[in-house]
């Protein structure tokens, strides 16, 4: 009999075990994930000569004829539905110029991104390549040279350390006091980086509203490059975006334009030592004239700089830093009180 209460005491220890472990993990559970591309359109080749192309080495040649229709201009999306829906609507997350909807996976030390933390909130998210940018694909119609940042120019440009203080001996690397950012792993962040153009934000504003058109009403996600695609989306489709999330943007909306989009609820967020930095200052400052303009015409714009309500050391990759869930959480207490999504 003794023997039987200790096998059953383990048993039971075992299994609080297990539940305990399976609570921390927080599992996410899904009720359908997938993908597709949206946007784009055909145009049409004539007059190239035809050309001999060897496709393997020491393969046999093949001729190949370079005229005819061509698909060009789309983005790639991949939804995750959750099983357990807490969020009102679906969240769009749009990435940064040189970049792709990586931004918001797995952070480059390993851990969860900000698609796990809002999944796990019970949002139904969708993660986006934009057009020209990973899995959306690239076409020879863009035009001049793209732009691919060096190895170290993200460090400073990013804001990990100041101007002059990178290094290519990691030990004689400089950061900004406190910095957030995974430092051990930035050259893994920098395997993420993808050629952009300067010459495309009216192809990707386009295919950007495609998907708004398909997928919404929403919230919208921007970081950097995007904040300006967010805006243009909000502008174009006033009733189908219906909160705007916007992570250190670039520039802010078009203050001639107020007057449509002044009903939705906008959120800027602004990282470290963005309001001294010479160039991010002055990034700043365009989100700070169009609050003022916004709150002029009667809208809802707040502007959150985390070191002024206690998060501090946040490079401009918000996401991926180590204390990027406490910006998640007050993005989603945000939310909360637009009355977007329910605890």
Not at 9 to 35: E, N, P
Not at 49 to 76: C, H, L, R, S, W
Not at 191 to 218: F, S
């Amino acid at each position: 009999m003794r023997r039987l209460l200790v096998t059953a005491t383990v048993a039971t220890m075992m299994t609080t075990v297990v539940a305990t472990a399976a609570h921390a993990q927080q599992g996410i559970a899904l009720r359908d994930m997938g993908s597709f591309h949206v946007g784009g359109k055909l145009i049409e080749v004539k007059g190239q000569p035809i050309k001999e192309v060897v496709f393997t080495p020491g393969g046999v040649p093949a001729k190949v004829d370079p005229n005819g229709t061509y698909q060009i201009e789309q983005m790639y999306a991949q939804y995750f539905l959750v099983q357990r829906r807490k969020g009102k609507l679906p969240l769009l997350m749009w990435h940064g110029g040189g970049l792709s909807g990586v931004t918001w996976e797995t952070k480059p030390d390993g851990k969860p991104g900000w698609l796990n933390y809002f999944l796990k909130k019970g949002w139904d998210t969708y993660v986006s390549d934009a057009m020209e940018r990973g899995r959306a694909s690239w076409s020879p119609t863009f035009g001049p040279d793209p732009i691919v940042l060096p190895l170290g120019d993200p460090w400073e440009r990013f804001r990990v350390g100041p101007i002059g203080s990178w290094n290519n001996d990691k030990a004689k690397r400089a950061t900004y006091p406190g910095a957030q950012f995974p430092i051990a792993s930035y050259e893994q962040f920098m395997k993420q980086g993808i050629p952009r153009w300067v010459t495309t934000d009216k192809q990707i504003v386009a295919a950007y509203i495609e998907l708004v058109d398909k997928v919404c009403p929403c919230v919208v996600m921007v970081h950097s490059q995007s904040g300006t695609f967010g805006y243009q989306a909000l502008e174009a489709r006033p009733d189908k975006v219906k909160a705007l999330v916007a992570v250190e943007p670039t520039l802010g909306g078009d203050v001639k334009k107020i007057e449509s989009v002044k009903g939705t609820p906008i959120l800027v967020v602004i990282g470290d030592n963005a309001k001294d930095h010479p160039r991010w200052k002055a990034i700043r400052q365009h989100s700070v004239n169009y609050q003022s303009a916004f709150k002029t015409a009667g809208g809802n714009l707040d502007l959150v700089d985390l070191p002024d309500v206690g998060i501090k050391g946040n490079s401009h990759m918000v996401m991926m830093d180590k204390n990027s869930d406490q910006v998640a959480d007050l993005i989603q207490k945000w939310l909360l009180k637009k009355g977007l999504a329910r605890n």
